[in-house]
């Protein structure tokens, strides 16, 4: 389950080009303004994401997320299980590459059905 599209907004910037940066984070955040400086000194700015078996991938609050479904559900709210790149390029996360993969059509994309 992601977090909440209203706590992805607090922490992210989409870029036309689908990629994610961190944005300074709020006190609210963090144990303690000294924890928030330096989170922000050393990771606002910075691209969100590393690669992982050739999907982009995010640390969130200590949890990793794939970073194509922090894009879909920052556009649209909803938090999918699978996303399908249209292009076929697992590190385009451009929302307009991008399309949500659920019940049946998610098993049959693995090969499970």
Known sequence: ML???????DIFEYHK??????????????????????????IANTEANTRVNGVLVCSIDKK???????VWRLH????????HHINGIRVDNRIENL????????????GLS
């Open 76 to 83: 649209t709210g909803e938090d999918v299980p699978m996303i």
């Open 3 to 9: 977090p909440e599209k209203n706590y992805l907004n």
């Open 17 to 42: 080009g689908g990629i994610l940066t961190f944005k300074e984070r709020p006190l609210s955040h963090f144990g303690s303004t000294k924890v928030q400086k330096n989170y922000n000194h050393r």
């Open 99 to 110: 399309e949500p993969i659920q019940g049946r059509q998610a098993r049959s994309h693995l």
């Open 64 to 70: 990793s997320y794939p970073v194509d479904r922090l």
